[in-house]
C-alpha cells in the first residue's frame, strides 16, 4: 500500500527556518517525481516545488523566490523541504506528493499521482 507521511511542521516564528521531511514506502521511490504543496486556510492548493526522478531536475513556485529548496534521499525514501526566512503567509498545511511519472518538473502545474496527508507550518511571533 502506498503511502507518504509528512513530519516536521511547527510553529516557528517570522524569519525562521523548518524542515519537512516526507517518507515513502509501497512503492517504488526512486522511479517517482516528487513534489510539495500547501493550502493555506480559505486557499486553494498551490504546488511549490518538484524534484524529478531520474536526474534530480528541480523547479519553483515563482512566489518562492528563493526561500525554499527540495531535495530527496532515495536511500531513504525520504523528500525534504527546507524553508528559510519564513513569513506569516507561509502559514499552511503542506502536502508532499508522489507526482505522475511523466512529469519532468520543468514547469507549474505539477500532476499529482499520490498525496501525503499533509503536516501543518504556523508562522507566527
Known amino acids: 500500500q502506498l503511502q507518504l507521511v509528512e513530519s516536521g511542521g511547527a510553529v516557528v516564528q517570522p524569519g525562521g527556518s523548518l524542515r519537512l521531511s516526507c517518507a515513502g514506502s509501497?512503492?517504488?521511490?526512486?522511479?517517482?517525481?516528487l513534489g510539495w504543496f500547501r493550502q493555506a486556510p480559505g486557499k486553494d492548493r498551490e504546488g511549490l516545488s518538484c524534484?524529478?526522478?531520474?536526474?534530480?531536475?528541480?523547479h519553483y513556485a515563482d512566489s518562492l523566490k528563493g526561500r525554499f529548496t527540495i531535495s530527496r534521499d532515495n536511500a531513504k525514501d525520504t523528500v525534504y523541504l527546507q524553508m528559510n526566512s519564513l513569513k506569516p503567509e507561509d502559514t499552511a498545511v503542506y502536502y508532499c506528493?508522489?507526482?505522475?511519472?511523466?512529469?519532468?518538473?520543468?514547469?507549474?502545474?505539477?500532476?499529482?499521482?499520490?498525496w501525503g496527508q499533509g503536516t501543518q507550518v504556523t508562522v507566527s511571533s
Open positions: 506528493a508522489a507526482l505522475d511519472l511523466s512529469e519532468s518538473c520543468k514547469s507549474d502545474n505539477y500532476r499529482v499521482y499520490y
Open positions: 524534484i524529478s526522478s531520474k536526474d534530480g531536475t528541480t
Open positions: 509501497g512503492f517504488t521511490f526512486d522511479t517517482y517525481p
